[in-house]
């Protein structure tokens, strides 16, 4: 599956944005959706995902902040971010999985910056 990230950005802080993946060459129906982010210099962290059986997580620090949603008639995962905060810029990446596969798909990434 080929993932294609948009909705990066710049905005200020208290701001918000919403990120799209849209997926192409295979439904998304039976895979985990995730999102991934990478600040410089720091590891990637593991955002949000939802799973092909509905289950939804949050890290931490994004909670009651971020949403996750997935459209798979439409073959999409979106991530509504509010209140932003500068510790939220990174490069904010699309990952799909199948489940007990082994198959997964990265796309290419997605800049978003948090102005304080």
């Known amino acids: 599956v080929q993932l294609v990230e948009s909705g990066g950005g710049l905005v200020q802080a208290g701001g918000s944005l919403r990120l799209s993946c849209v997926a192409s060459?295979?439904?998304?129906?039976?895979?985990?959706m995730s999102w991934y982010r990478q600040a410089p210099g720091k590891q990637l962290d593991l955002v949000a995902f939802?799973?092909?059986?509905?289950?939804?997580y949050y890290e931490e620090v994004v909670k009651g902040r971020f949403m996750i949603s997935r459209d798979n008639g439409k073959n999409t995962v979106s991530l509504q971010m509010n209140d932003l905060k500068p510790e939220d810029t990174a490069v904010y990446y699309c990952?799909?999985?199948?489940?007990?596969?082994?198959?997964?798909?990265w796309g290419q990434g997605t800049q978003v910056t948090v102005s304080s």
């Open positions: 990952h799909a999985e199948r489940p007990f596969t082994g198959y997964s798909s």
């Open positions: 060459g295979s439904t998304i129906r039976d895979m985990t």
């Open positions: 939802t799973s092909n059986d509905g289950r939804i």
